[in-house]
């Protein structure tokens, strides 16, 4: 959790690469957990922030990191 003032923090992902380089990811999940799956059995780890973003509205991020970036996968609704 990252505090963007005195009342407001989100969960922010920090990955460092092996080469010391530092990638963040800010959501705005307020109160969540972060799980990691390999979902779709390609070997590669998904990453999967979840939580409440504001009174009682649940939100999961599906994340890879690839090409020195967190990108977002997206689910079929």
């Known amino acids: 959790m990252v505090a963007e003032n005195e009342y407001d923090s989100f969960l922010t992902l920090s990955i460092v690469?092996?080469?010391g380089e530092t990638v963040r990811y800010k959501t705005d999940i307020q109160r969540g957990n972060v799980w990691v799956a390999d979902l779709d059995g390609d070997g590669r780890f998904e990453i999967l922030p979840t939580g409440d973003v504001m009174s009682d509205d649940y939100f999961?991020?599906?994340?890879r990191y690839e090409n020195g970036a967190l990108c977002e996968l997206l689910f079929a609704d």
Not at 60 to 63: P, W
Request: proline share 0%.
């Open 60 to 63: 999961t991020y599906c994340l």
């Open 17 to 19: 690469s092996a080469n």
